[in-house]
């Protein structure tokens, strides 16, 4: 997934976004992110992440995540929409399994819908404080054939933040994701106006040390 050069403005959002590959040498793996605008006005935002690295993996994550574009276009909500990518994750794959959270913004109304399959929640950041949103229920795509996914709605406010990430970004070897994530939590509470600044912030803390494929994004509504 190439970078983006700065942020995306449209449908009242400012959306910017890190990918950093685990392998240098090829510079692609098994991380995604999406932020598209669907025809009935809300906006697709996920980030999600296929086991393994390099090209195998990046070859499943173009699969996940354009089918997950095409399944959006039907209106359904995010919880039926990852019930439908993990039949696509074990029916049309071979043996792929993968964590995403998806979710749904509702321009007008700042609202945010969203469902889980096993990933890392999402952190919102609000009059400078961070807290982890609790994630509804939802397996990781690839574990069971048929799977339901839970919904939960958050709204947010004008200058809030909403990151979107991957294990990648905090993940540790002598410590705990828990641990790395309240790591995390404290650096996501620095107040910074720049939404560029605040994502090289967050990767400047350097809480991860296991070399895994990194996807970050940060949404703020306007």
Not at 135 to 152: K, M
Not at 188 to 206: F, G
């Amino acid at each position: 997934m190439p970078p983006t050069a700065h942020p995306v403005y449209g449908a009242g959002l400012r959306v910017a976004v890190r990918y950093c590959p685990a392998e240098e040498d090829q510079r692609v793996g098994g991380d995604w992110y999406d932020a598209v605008v669907l025809p009935d006005g809300p906006v697709l935002l996920t980030v999600g992440d296929i086991a393994g690295h390099g090209i195998a993996a990046a070859t499943d994550m173009v699969v996940l995540r354009n089918a997950l574009r095409g399944l959006a276009i039907t209106g359904a909500g995010p919880g039926r929409l990852l019930s439908w990518l993990n039949s696509v994750a074990c029916c049309l794959t071979e043996q792929v399994t993968a964590t995403v959270v998806c979710g749904l913004f509702d321009p007008a109304a700042r609202t945010l819908r969203w469902a889980n399959a096993g990933h890392m929640p999402p952190i919102l950041v609000s009059r400078g404080k961070a807290e982890a949103l609790t994630p509804p229920d939802g397996v990781l795509l690839g574990a069971v054939d048929a799977a339901s996914y839970e919904e939960t709605r958050h709204e947010l406010q004008r200058q809030d933040i909403l990151l979107m990430y991957t294990d990648g970004l905090i993940e540790r070897r002598d410590s705990s994701l828990d641990q790395a994530l309240g790591q995390l939590l404290a650096a996501a509470s620095r107040q910074v106006d720049d939404l560029e600044d605040y994502l090289d912030h967050l990767l400047s803390c350097d809480i991860a040390d296991t070399d895994d494929d990194t996807c970050l994004i940060a949404v703020q509504p306007t």
